[in-house]
């Protein structure tokens, strides 16, 4: 199996870092030391139903 990547490797670091910086940042703003972890996915729970939405429209797996 031969895996190929769109963009070169700088495009792909970028988008790389790009991700791995929101993912540390969501976490810094979202969780809390004092929080259990229960409350912790409760936040991150919270945090994503606030913020997102399911595209239905586009579902791959939902086509007829």
Not at 41 to 61: G, R, S
């Amino acid at each position: 199996v031969k895996i190929q990547y769109r963009g070169d490797l700088e495009w792909r670091k970028s988008k790389y870092d790009g991700f791995k910086n929101a993912v540390e940042d969501l976490l810094q703003n979202v969780l809390k030391e004092e929080y259990s972890d229960f409350e912790n996915a409760l936040a991150l729970f919270e945090y994503f139903t606030d913020n997102y939405v399911y595209d239905f429209e586009h579902n791959v797996w939902n086509k007829s």
